[in-house]
């Protein structure tokens, strides 16, 4: 593995040592979650993304997730994710054209407005989805926080999903139609749990299959981190309003082999790494409520699109037609309103 791969930055070369072919190349995806950025040296925007989706899978769609890329770099504080939307809004249009393949890259977008802004939030949620055209379908606003100093907190405070400014931020989202994606950690499970029960008509996205923390002082008993996140799992799919983003998960996990420092992993190996976490989430919330992410570029440091897809694949072998359906696109369509056509 190269020095710039350890360093957590995209190694093309050290990935194009494995390559396989696509596996059920027709069907159809939607990928609901990915990034574009220049940041750290790191460049991933049109060019690159469009490589990755030509890799032999079926990707008919994408949606852009915030990532805090093109802000504006001045005016008021609260208006300069606005030049995210503006940025992913002119992406989207250069794929729509169809100048550059099928695929409709950014067709929807995950976009930011602080919801801590309360009751002016609202205002700025229009304006993000008129400078979208119509494309700006959800908010993030991470909030992942552990009390452990050995992991890293997104939120400086624990239990912003509760804060009562959040939440008067939070009511202008189904106001207008659009949906939430939450990234927190395992422990905070309850948190959406809440959220849901107190916006039953919001849809909420949870990014990640909940970040089970693998790291740090969890590191230690990995069999009752996941019996603690299934535990949570199992208390929020009981909430209809919530759907589960499927991906973005360690790979080298126990009893899933070491793959070698020199190769990257095979699409066996991430499957079997991620498959009790997936098969868990898809059995707790059902295929039409669960959707699976590249996380890409973030991903890339680990796998390739290619492989990534094809250990989705993997996972998914058993599932029914109506059921890949869902997981790979129906899903990802019906909560962001990506035109399937």
Known sequence: MSGSHIAGQVDQAWLDRHTEAA??????????????????GNVYLLPELLADVASGHNVIATVFEECRSMYRAGGPEEEKSLGETEFVTGIAAMGASGVFGA???CARMVGRVDLLAGNRALGLLERHLIASGGRFAAIRQSTAWDASDRIHNVVPVQGMLRDSAFRAGFAGLAALG???????????????????????????????VGSPILGGP???DRTKVFADWKAGMTVLAKRPNVTVKLGALPIRLPGAGTPSRDMPPTSEEVAAAWRPWLETSI??????????????????????????????????AGASVAEK????????ARVYGVPLS
């Not at 027709?26 to 574009?36: F, R, S, V």
């Open 23 to 40: 596996l059920e190349p027709e069907l159809p995806i939607i990928d609901p979650h990915h990034h574009m950025w220049v940041r750290e």
């Open 103 to 105: 695929c409709r890259v």
């Open 178 to 208: 659009l949906a939430f994606d939450a990234w927190v950690y395992h422990p905070q499970l309850d948190e959406v749990g809440e959220l849901a029960d107190a916006f039953p008509n919001t849809p909420i996205v949870l990014n990640h």
């Open 218 to 220: 969890y590191a230690a």
């Open 283 to 316: 059995e707790l919330f059902g295929a039409e409520r669960c959707m699976f992410e590249s996380n890409f570029p973030v991903q890339k440091r680990w796998s390739s699109y290619q492989v990534t897809w094809n250990a989705f694949k993997r996972i998914a």
């Open 325 to 332: 359906a869902a997981l790979f696109a129906g899903t990802a």
